[in-house]
């Protein structure tokens, strides 16, 4: 995806073969494996990460996260986050 480049809000979007998400115990926190390493993820973007699965899209996802989150007008955030995973190669977005 290129810099200028938005996340469609009709796209799915899909963990990326290499990663596994995890709720890490020592770490308190989701966090992404893979082979070389870890990410540890923030609070809400484990949130986040956790409903993407290869069959929601953005839209219905961040609906999902604004019911869980009542009052929270989360679309850009989720957006912006959801631009940064693919950039890093942690997702890939679909049509």
Avoid at 45 to 53: L, N, P, Q, S, T
Wanted: aromatic share 8%.
């Amino acid at each position: 995806m290129s810099a200028e480049a938005a996340i469609r809000l009709d796209a799915v979007p899909a963990m990326a073969r290499r990663f596994r998400l995890q709720f890490e115990q020592a770490q308190s926190a989701w966090v992404l494996l893979y082979p070389e390493g870890m990410v540890k993820l923030s609070q809400s973007a484990g949130e986040i990460m956790k409903r993407v699965d290869g069959k929601m899209t953005v839209d219905a996802l961040i609906r999902s996260l604004e019911e869980a989150f009542p009052g929270a007008d989360l679309r850009q955030d989720v957006l912006n986050f959801l631009k940064v995973a693919d950039e890093r190669g942690w997702i890939s977005v679909g049509p």
